[in-house]
């Protein structure tokens, strides 16, 4: 019996992966291609995070049902991690939830605060699950452009003006996923104002919040004054500390928000595996060396991305944060769009990068190359995407 579901209607087919299908075969046949497509970090997560799992998961009483909510002691570590960092002041208990990392939050979150119909903001591009963990839950999702800036607050006033209904929620990611944006505090004032003023609420996502190259720690929406009143926000430990299979990350903010997520979870899940959450509980707690050595790893391989490819013939803005470089596609190869200038890419220069059309139709100009290959294999890929551009168009 054929059967068409309605929410999966609503959901294009994964560009990704096209790219990924690609890569499969590409190695299967055995090339060897050097994969900058998907933001996994490739270090192993720092040992003594990994002792105390290890000494944790020797008790069997951890082996149990955890809670959904998370353990308290990480929770504490939560609160304790904002105010060392943010100098904001969390209450473990109503104002922090433990996630299995923050896509599963976003996704749970949009689920329990959307009616179908609902409008939401959500930059183009961004990173799917922004937009698509609220189309999952039946609502609408209007975009607005990326940068932060006067754009970005004029495209909010007529989204308030032009939308039936009124929006819900305004989804925020800086640093951004993919564009590798910054926004400072005077920007986020402003925002929070227009959106308390509106009633809307802000869902912001701070997953790079520590993967920063400029020496000025990314702010958090949270140090503004009133945030609270209508604002959440999701942290990751996939990238600050490599623990990206570990599916760990954690919401704080608006108590009614954490209320209302802690609610749908309790419904969905039993709560990340205890070990994990306890050797997570150390890694906020502990020595943060480990997060300068992660931090100047990726500095290194963007400069030597960046730089390389520059004397290749590819300029592309340098990212002051994340894990990512978002490429504008050369000129010559433009009128390919993102996805099959990806596709050539890895046929011709055996090198994968992600088609910027994934994060939205705005991105479709550009690709996403991650900072997941050492410098060794990056300088490879150089060559190799060197070599390409120069033959390109011969007989």
Request: charged share 20%.
């Amino acid at each position: 019996m054929e059967q068409e579901f309605h929410r999966i209607r609503r959901l294009p087919p994964y560009v990704f992966a096209e790219v990924d299908k690609m890569k499969a075969a590409a190695r299967a046949a055995g090339d060897d291609i050097i994969d900058f497509g998907m933001g996994n970090p490739d270090s192993g997560t720092p040992e003594h995070i990994v002792a105390k799992l290890v000494e944790t998961i020797q008790d069997p009483r951890t082996h149990r049902y955890s809670t959904s909510r998370g353990i308290p002691g990480l929770r504490k570590a939560v609160a304790a991690y904002y105010q060392r960092r943010f100098d904001v002041e969390i209450d473990h208990n109503s104002e922090a939830v433990v996630t299995i990392g923050s896509k599963e939050g976003l996704a749970n979150l949009s689920s329990a605060i959307t009616s179908p119909g609902d409008v939401i903001l959500v930059p183009n591009p961004s990173y799917p699950i922004h937009q698509f963990g609220f189309i999952i839950a039946g609502a609408a999702a209007r975009n607005i452009p990326v940068t932060p800036g006067p754009e970005f607050m004029a495209a909010l006033e007529r989204a308030v003006q032009h939308s039936v209904p009124k929006p819900t929620a305004l989804v925020l990611n800086y640093p951004s996923n993919p564009t590798a944006e910054l926004a400072d505090l005077d920007f986020y004032g402003q925002v929070v104002d227009f959106c308390r003023f509106h009633g809307i609420f802000i869902l912001s996502d701070l997953a790079y919040a520590e993967i920063y190259f400029d020496g000025n720690p990314p702010p958090s929406v949270l140090q503004v004054p009133g945030a609270r009143d209508i604002a959440v926000e999701f942290t990751s430990m996939s990238k600050t500390y490599s623990m990206p299979g570990w599916r760990i990350g954690f919401a704080t903010g608006n108590s009614k928000l954490i209320e209302a997520l802690a609610r749908n979870k309790s419904y969905l899940d039993y709560g990340a595996f205890t070990p994990i959450q306890v050797a997570a509980t150390a890694a906020l707690n502990g020595p943060q060396d480990c997060v300068d050595e992660i931090r100047t790893r990726y500095k290194e391989r963007r400069d030597v991305l960046i730089d390389g490819l520059a004397a290749a013939g590819w300029d592309m803005p340098c990212p002051k944060a994340t894990m990512f470089a978002w490429a504008p596609i050369p000129p010559k190869f433009k009128h390919l769009g993102s996805l099959e200038f990806s596709k050539l890419l890895l046929s011709e220069a055996k090198v994968a990068v992600a088609p910027g059309v994934g994060f939205g139709e705005h991105g479709d100009d550009h690709v996403r190359l991650a900072l997941v290959e050492n410098r060794q294999r990056t300088r490879q890929a150089i060559r190799s995407i060197k070599a390409f551009f120069n033959s390109y168009g011969e007989e």
